[in-house]
């Protein structure tokens, strides 16, 4: 399993050995630090791959159109919010939503997505945010989803990326913190490392080492319809 020690050290033995963040003495020191800059590039590579799909069940309310899909609206949460979200505390939202992908009913049929020739569809112009028309007779909506990486906490958080991505998630990080340096051929590297990166990244949806949305085939058996 790949830690986040995993990527600090390999950024330690080689694309920041020239700097005083890494020296390895230091890594406490400059964990917040690391942890942020991991956790942005998770980000980026997680958007640009669909790496951690999810699906997610909205039970429409009559008379309400706008839905926000934070945990706040999910049954599990014990708040006073208006709940609409179908989770559980065995299968708890507590994840961040990327991209809505497609929206299907409680048949598995699916519904149109942004599709304005479509007035009793679902509308989204925001990842945390559906409108549904009135006129809907679904008792669920089912939001198939591309979902962020778990948030990492510490040097013993799972990374979750294929191994294929690794290098490109260390040169994006290199590339960001030599990007903020002052030292003579800063720049130069940061452009060096985010190049290195953009490569690794074709490389790997050439290769097939990452997911695409291109393999993925959603029908009502993989959504866990029957």
């Not at 559980?88 to 497609?102: E, H, R, T």
């Amino acid at each position: 399993m790949m830690t986040v020690q995993d990527i600090i050290t390999d950024l330690q033995l080689a694309e920041l050995s020239e700097l005083n963040i890494g020296e390895s003495a230091n890594t406490n020191a400059n964990l917040t630090k690391y942890l942020m800059y991991i956790s942005a590039g998770l980000t980026e590579l997680y958007t640009r791959f669909p790496l951690n799909q999810r699906q997610l069940a909205i039970q429409p309310i009559e008379g309400l159109t706008d839905y926000l899909l934070t945990p706040d609206h999910a049954y599990s949460n014990d708040t006073d919010a208006i709940k609409y979200i179908l989770d559980s505390v065995y299968d708890v939202f507590d994840w961040d939503i990327l991209q809505i992908l497609g929206a299907y009913d409680e048949n598995g049929q699916e519904l149109p997505l942004n599709n304005n020739n479509h007035i009793c569809g679902v509308f989204s112009n925001s990842p945390n945010a559906i409108t549904l028309p009135t006129t809907i007779t679904t008792r669920q909506v089912i939001l198939v989803c591309q979902a962020n990486h778990p948030k990492v906490t510490g040097l013993d958080s799972a990374i979750q990326i294929p191994f294929g991505l690794r290098n490109a998630l260390v040169w994006l990080i290199a590339s960001r913190i030599w990007g903020t340096r002052k030292e003579d051929g800063a720049i130069q590297k940061a452009i060096q490392y985010a190049q290195q990166y953009n490569e690794a990244c074709l490389a790997a949806s050439y290769q097939g080492t990452a997911n695409t949305l291109d393999s993925v085939e959603f029908n009502i058996h993989q959504l866990g319809w029957r």
